[in-house]
């Protein structure tokens, strides 16, 4: 049985990445955290446990990598996409995959680290897909302006009704316009929607810069 510890300070790609790796039957996540100061008591806490742990939580690697060594476990970094990887296998992590990792690549990059090895690839990684972008780029001219916000705010992790509240409209209008963008985008729920729109940077970046918009009133 692999344990597992998420910390990533995104808290839907971490409970996205859960729902992943919880459906494996190998797989038991022991806990969860969104930053170091519950990251280290539970490395001692859970020894022999994987930590999967994300580049954007600015950890001190110098203090991480001996804390994880001494509990007898490994570690996987998420990076950002585009983040080169080869420096956190040179301070000791034993596997890397980037944001857009899909779930197979994901699950196969944890098992192998579970098997003591080390410098694992998530695969895909070496090769980014021309086929992430386009989709991404597809997907983000389909959508109405209308729907990116909606789609930018969930992202952000709000709720149908402060959704409503920040465009001026009805919980049902939202609900209306989740089916529309749901079709568009292939997924099936907030959690889904959230991840793909994670997954592809265009859609990322764009979302990014329309949800601050929306959180600071232009």
């Given amino acids: 049985m692999n344990k597992l510890i998420l910390a990533d300070n995104q808290a839907i790609y971490r409970a996205g990445t859960a729902k992943i790796l919880a459906m494996e039957d190998d797989f038991r996540i022991i806990a969860q955290c969104a930053e170091a100061d519950r990251l280290y008591p539970a490395l001692d806490t859970f020894r022999g446990a994987i930590l999967v742990f994300a580049s954007a939580l600015k950890l001190d690697v110098q203090a991480l990598i001996p804390r994880v060594l001494?509990?007898?476990?490994?570690?996987?970094?998420?990076?950002?996409n585009g983040e080169p990887v080869q420096p956190w296998f040179t301070t000791g992590v034993n596997g890397a995959a980037h944001r857009n990792v899909t779930g197979p690549a994901l699950i196969e990059c944890v098992r192998h680290v579970g098997q003591g090895e080390r410098n694992v690839r998530a695969a895909g990684m070496d090769a980014p897909g021309l086929d992430e972008d386009s989709v991404?780029?597809?997907?983000?001219?389909?959508?109405?302006?209308?729907?990116?916000?909606?789609?930018?705010?969930?992202?952000?992790?709000?709720?149908?009704k402060e959704i409503a509240i920040r465009l001026s409209t009805t919980e049902q209008v939202i609900k209306n316009y989740l089916r529309s963008i749901?079709?568009?985008?292939?997924?099936?729920?907030?959690?889904?929607?959230?991840?793909?729109?994670?997954h592809h940077r265009i859609l990322a970046e764009a979302a990014q810069a329309v949800g601050d918009q929306i959180m600071q009133g232009l």
């Fill in 182 to 198: 749901y079709d568009k985008t292939g997924v099936s729920d907030r959690l889904e929607l959230a991840l793909f729109t994670i």
């Fill in 70 to 80: 001494a509990a007898g476990s490994r570690s996987i970094v998420i990076a950002e």
């Fill in 136 to 160: 991404g780029s597809r997907v983000r001219d389909r959508l109405t302006p209308k729907e990116f916000k909606i789609v930018a705010l969930i992202v952000q992790g709000c709720k149908n």
